[in-house]
């Protein structure tokens, strides 16, 4: 956004430089063609171009004033003040020329009365359009930035807010279980799912919710979930993590998975059955393609709503980071159970990196 000093020192440098230019063009064009003497000329262009240059910041005050009448008032007065500077210009360059040839009461005929007038009044009418041009340009990018900027602080927050709906009944359970195996004196189980408590709660309070990381992370992330999911099931649960090679460096956005693995758990597990979930990142020409998996119950009639708050956040944060540039489909599988598939565009982790560096070095 352009800021108020830098509006004025933009000003200041189309001043001088306009006003610059009439002297060069007025020298050029009118005064080495015409007949005065250069003592003469020369003296009379610096006083011109000096007046007109205080007339113009005189008028772009009055103007100011102007603008905070109504319309029709405003336009009136723009009027006024342009015909008067056109006006008082005229006589200070009539009286400074004829002093500088010696009589300072000589007065002006009708005809030099208009040409004078006309060339003063098209000079300032000139520079007005040219001084609104700008400010009205300048206004209209500094309202487009700042249209923008809102709506990235609300894109901002509505992916933040999306990040931090952390389901309360996994802490519930996970807590849960912990106090059941102390109970139970299994203090060493207890303590290891703790700790895995502890580090998933510390990666998702302390990693951006904007940031993008590898898939290599996101396992290990989504790892350390089915592990404290992995104490509660015990044999009732099992989970496969697979990930090619070319996939791991790629970029996905933070603790995407996590919530519709819990889904999976919350919606299509029950007491009597095991569960059985597989999650498979590969690529799949540009994309990156991410298939989960379950023989759980699936997702119920297809005129119900389909999956819980965690595929509803999974598919509004992909909206707002790929904006109809990702995929999401899911559906029930022929021999029971429930299946998504995503997919993103491929994204290296280095290419983020280097953005990042191109960005700051242009601050």
């Keep these: 956004m352009i800021k108020l000093e830098s509006k004025d ?37 610096v006083l011109d171009t000096s007046c007109g240059f205080l007339i113009t910041l005189l008028l772009r005050r009055l103007y100011a004033t102007a603008r905070r009448h109504q319309a029709r008032l405003s336009i009136a007065l723009h009027l006024g003040y342009l015909m008067t500077a056109s006006l008082l210009w005229t006589q200070f360059k009539w009286f400074t020329l004829q002093g500088f040839y010696g009589s300072w009461w ?29 400010k009205i340009y300048l206004d209209n990018v500094e309202q487009r930035h700042k249209a923008a900027e809102a709506m990235h602080l609300a894109k901002e927050s509505q992916l ?67 592990d404290i999911e992995q104490c509660r099931f015990q044999s009732h649960l099992n989970v496969q993590i697979h990930s090619d090679t070319a996939c791991e460096q790629l970029l996905i956005p933070s603790l995407l998975l996590q919530p519709l693995v819990e889904n999976a758990l ?74 998504i598939r995503i997919r993103l565009p491929r994204e290296q982790a280095y290419q983020q990196k280097a953005t990042a560096r191109t960005v700051r070095e242009s601050l």
């Design 106 to 134: 000589q007065p002006m005929t009708w005809f030099d009365f208009g040409t004078w007038t006309s060339a003063s009044l098209t000079m300032l009418a000139t520079w007005t359009a040219g001084y609104y041009g700008i």
């Design 160 to 226: 933040k807010m999306l990040r931090y709906q952390l389901n309360p009944h996994f802490m519930f359970n996970s807590i849960n279980a912990i106090c059941t195996l102390i109970l139970k004196q299994h203090n060493s189980q207890a303590v290891g799912m703790l700790e895995k408590l502890c580090d998933l709660l510390r990666y998702s309070l302390y990693t951006d919710p904007l940031a993008k990381i590898t898939v290599q992370e996101e396992v290990a992330i989504l790892q350390t979930y089915v």
């Design 9 to 45: 020192q933009l000003f200041w440098l189309c001043q001088c430089c306009g006003w610059a230019a009439y002297a060069l063009l007025t020298e050029l064009l009118i005064k080495i063609p015409g007949p005065e003497p250069w003592n003469i000329h020369l003296g009379h262009l």
């Design 266 to 339: 919350k919606h299509g597990m029950s007491q009597q059955s095991s569960m059985e979930i597989s999650v498979t990142f590969g690529c799949v020409g540009e994309h990156l393609q991410i298939d989960i998996r379950d023989n759980g119950s699936g997702f119920g009639d297809p005129g119900s709503e389909v999956g819980g708050i965690g595929m509803k956040n999974c598919q509004e944060r992909l909206q707002l980071i790929y904006p109809e540039h990702s995929e999401f489909h899911c559906g029930n599988q022929p021999e029971g159970g429930a299946w």
